[in-house]
């Protein structure tokens, strides 16, 4: 058996030799460039295939350059070449905590990763040891138990094989020369069974093409005997290591969904930092094209891969941590839906044998750490989103703005503007009347621009000052002399106590937000007046508000004629933005009630519930965001549904100790606690 299957080698060596006389010699150095990397059975098929054809084509032809193209391509694929995982949990920690101040929540997500894969590594390793000498098999099965490692041994091929389909082993140690069933049909046995089993080759006839062969059909290495103890320990571990690669636990891709300028895109970057990982981003703002993704037809000579392929081929290998950036303004148009293929990309059941039109073969994705990111979950499909897990950035709090400019955005702005040499201090109250003055959002970006003006003008100073400055301390009045007036005041400042005004908490894509629900009446037959752009959910929470009070007109004082005798007009203002969602409820209603008992409305008080006929207050999302943007314009008390409890816990503590919060369940009540 052994000796025929040397001839069927010599064989095969023979034939390809004989092709390799007839080709040109471009193609027999690309043939044996083929031969010689370490591509994958089916590739290498692909690639020899594909020369076989160009052979007969004119060099000055297109598809002769085509096809020349596409070997080259398949040859600079990673198909094997992978970067092992940092896990060491506390460094992965450190690092995460280094360049992100907060988001706590998603730092522990990307902890429970790398925790599950320690957890795996830590397991005991099984290994197979197959030899017909059963004294070479005790000793090392001696040797490696010492280790820590649990070890069964084989003393032919045949058992080998028959532990193999049985049950499931890390590594396999198995002789070469055997009867009957010898090490190349072990390794073949064990490869079919599970790919990322390690096989180590062992004989004492060992020669160059044996080896050579040996590594081909997907031996980790080939040792010669006599065995060496401490070459055999640290090969297999060496080759455990390599394991680990395929004890990626799978499960939904990250999404980071939270409002501009978070810091979703740079927590990415840190995460392939923590992981050790090569870190890749693509954007998907604007692409429409479904070949942008999967690639083009190699119908022409500028085809190319789609975006996923090309950047795993600049990466160089086949385990990055790779981001789709803006997944939420991705489109479509007539040359297919991009959003449909990321669903074979982005499901670990199926990119394993991800095919791009180019390449036309199957390329392994399922070692990819894909990592999206979203400013709202409305624009992206249903199945698509089945395949995410969302981890909401909801913003920081003023006092997390002012920790992460000390640490972050100041270092960086004065090392953009050179003044690393000169002693420059921003004031904490300097950066509060920053940060409430002149930015209006909840992310970082505004803010970043505002100190990069300061340090900007700072050395415009330094350079025309006649009396030499080495230092400067940048406090409130420095602020205003480099900025000017501040921009924005917090709301309830200006805001006075109005008949028929309510203050409503409402959720965008940029955070939170506080709007003015106006409600007025006027001589008329009983006609709802609806303004300000609101759209078909808002107008009913309108209706509903209305029908309450026309239902309970007795309970509240009014007379039973009013409404016929009236018209009601509820205006949101800024007109010009669109608005919708059941969350301004209870605002209607309070405002309502407000202009029905003609008593004014605490504009202190802010408020955010879907309501129904009967008065139920029911819950609604985004309370975090909606709290936050309560706390920075000055409101004191919030009302919210009694069902969002659950969501106070996941509020800062500078949040939940500046706001008064009331948990209300019927409008009743609520309304009390408004005029």
């Known amino acids: 058996m052994f000796f025929s299957k040397k001839k069927e080698e010599k064989d095969e060596v023979e034939k390809n030799e004989q092709q390799e006389e007839s080709?040109?010699?471009?193609?027999?150095?690309?043939?044996?460039?083929?031969?010689?990397?370490?591509?994958?059975?089916?590739?290498?098929?692909?690639?020899?295939?594909?020369?076989?054809?160009?052979?007969?084509?004119?060099?000055?032809?297109?598809?002769?350059?085509?096809?020349?193209?596409?070997?080259?391509?398949?040859?600079?694929?990673?198909?094997?070449?992978?970067?092992?995982?940092?896990?060491?949990?506390?460094?992965?920690?450190?690092?995460?905590?280094?360049?992100?101040?907060?988001?706590?929540?998603?730092?522990?997500?990307?902890?429970?990763?790398?925790?599950?894969?320690?957890?795996?590594a830590k397991k005991k390793v099984e290994i197979l040891v197959v030899d017909d000498e059963k004294l070479t098999c005790l000793n090392l099965q001696h040797v490696l138990e010492k280790e820590g490692y649990l070890v069964e041994y084989a003393l032919s091929g045949?058992?080998?094989?028959?532990?193999?389909?049985?049950?499931?082993?890390?590594?396999?140690?198995?002789?070469?020369?055997?009867?009957?069933?010898?090490?190349?049909?072990?390794?073949?046995?064990?490869?079919?069974?599970?790919?990322?089993?390690?096989?180590?080759?062992?004989?004492?006839?060992?020669?160059?093409?044996?080896?050579?062969?040996?590594?081909?059909?997907?031996?980790?290495?080939?040792?010669?005997?006599?065995?060496?103890?401490?070459?055999?320990?640290?090969?297999?571990?060496?080759?455990?290591?390599?394991?680990?690669?395929?004890?990626?636990?799978?499960?939904?891709?990250?999404?980071?969904?939270?409002?501009p300028g978070t810091g979703k895109t740079s927590l990415g970057s840190s995460i392939a930092r923590s992981l050790g990982r090569k870190f890749v981003r693509i954007s998907l703002a604007g692409v429409r094209d479904e070949s942008q993704i999967r690639g083009h037809r190699r119908s022409y000579v500028g085809a190319l891969p789609g975006r996923i392929i090309q950047e795993i081929r600049r990466c160089g290998v086949?385990?990055?941590?790779?981001?789709?950036?803006?997944?939420?303004?991705?489109?479509?148009?007539?040359?297919?839906?991009?959003?449909?293929?990321?669903?074979?990309?982005?499901?670990?059941?199926?990119?394993?044998?991800?095919?791009?039109?180019?390449?036309?073969?199957?390329?392994?994705?399922?070692?990819?750490?894909?990592?999206?990111?979203?400013?709202?979950?409305?624009?992206?499909?249903?199945?698509?989103?089945?395949?995410?897990?969302?981890?909401?950035?909801?913003?920081?709090?003023?006092e997390e703005?002012?920790?992460?400019?000390?640490?972050?955005?100041?270092?960086?702005?004065?090392?953009?503007?050179?003044?690393?040499?000169?002693?420059?201090?921003?004031?904490r109250s300097a950066l509060q009347h920053l940060i409430q003055g002149y930015t209006k959002e909840v992310g970082l970006r505004g803010l970043s621009r505002q100190i990069g003006a300061i340090c900007r003008k700072v050395a415009k100073e330094i350079l025309l000052s006649t009396v030499p400055i080495k230092q400067m301390i940048i406090d409130e009045k420095k602020v205003e002399a480099f900025l000017g007036q501040p921009k924005y005041r917090p709301v309830m400042l200006e805001a006075i106590d109005r008949i028929g005004v309510s203050t409503a908490l409402a959720w965008t894509p940029t955070g939170g937000e506080i709007l003015f629900v106006e409600a007025t009446k006027m001589k008329g037959d009983n006609e709802l007046i609806l303004t300000g752009s609101l759209g078909n959910i808002l107008k009913e929470s309108a209706q509903a508000a209305v029908s309450y009070f026309k239902s309970n007109a007795c309970e509240f004082g009014i007379s039973e004629?009013?409404?016929?005798?009236?018209?009601?007009?509820?205006?949101?203002?800024?007109?010009?933005?669109?608005?919708?969602?059941?969350?301004?409820?209870?605002?209607?209603?309070?405002?309502?009630y407000s202009l029905l008992q003609e008593k004014p409305c605490k504009r202190k008080v802010a408020m955010s519930g879907e309501i129904t006929l009967t008065g139920r207050i029911l819950p609604v999302g985004g309370i975090k965001e909606k709290l936050m943007a309560a706390a920075l314009a000055g409101v004191e008390t919030v009302l919210l549904p009694e069902k969002n409890k659950s969501d106070w816990s996941t509020c800062p503590k500078s949040i939940k100790s500046s706001l008064n919060v009331v948990w209300v369940r019927e409008l009743k009540k609520a309304l009390e606690l408004v005029v």
């Open 158 to 259: 045949k058992e080998a094989i028959s532990k193999i389909n049985e049950h499931n082993y890390d590594v396999v140690i198995t002789d070469l020369k055997m009867q009957e069933v010898d090490g190349f049909q072990v390794l073949d046995a064990a490869k079919a069974k599970d790919k990322g089993t390690e096989v180590i080759i062992i004989t004492g006839y060992a020669t160059v093409a044996t080896a050579v062969s040996a590594l081909k059909k997907g031996s980790y290495t080939f040792l010669s005997k006599p065995l060496q103890l401490n070459e055999v320990l640290d090969t297999v571990r060496k080759a455990i290591n390599k394991r680990l690669v395929y004890l990626n636990p799978r499960g939904p891709v990250l999404c980071f969904l939270g409002p």
């Open 318 to 398: 086949k385990n990055p941590v790779f981001m789709l950036d803006e997944l939420d303004k991705i489109g479509q148009d007539f040359k297919g839906d991009p959003a449909a293929s990321l669903l074979e990309v982005l499901d670990p059941e199926q990119n394993k044998n991800f095919v791009d039109h180019y390449l036309e073969v199957a390329f392994d994705l399922s070692k990819v750490m894909f990592i999206a990111t979203a400013n709202t979950l409305d624009t992206i499909p249903e199945p698509l989103l089945d395949r995410l897990e969302v981890l909401s950035l909801s913003g920081y709090t003023n």
């Open 23 to 120: 080709l040109p010699l471009e193609l027999k150095e690309l043939r044996q460039k083929v031969l010689e990397a370490n591509l994958p059975h089916q590739v290498i098929n692909v690639a020899l295939k594909e020369i076989d054809k160009i052979r007969y084509i004119s060099t000055v032809s297109a598809e002769y350059t085509i096809g020349v193209n596409y070997i080259d391509y398949l040859l600079s694929l990673p198909w094997n070449k992978v970067s092992l995982d940092n896990l060491d949990l506390k460094e992965a920690k450190a690092i995460l905590d280094e360049e992100h101040y907060g988001l706590s929540e998603v730092k522990d997500r990307i902890l429970e990763f790398l925790a599950v894969r320690l957890l795996r």
């Open 401 to 427: 703005k002012v920790e992460i400019a000390l640490k972050y955005l100041i270092p960086k702005a004065l090392k953009e503007a050179a003044l690393e040499e000169f002693q420059i201090e921003f004031t």
């Open 561 to 592: 004629d009013f409404f016929a005798r009236h018209d009601l007009h509820i205006h949101v203002p800024a007109g010009a933005i669109p608005k919708d969602g059941p969350s301004a409820g209870l605002a209607i209603a309070a405002a309502l």
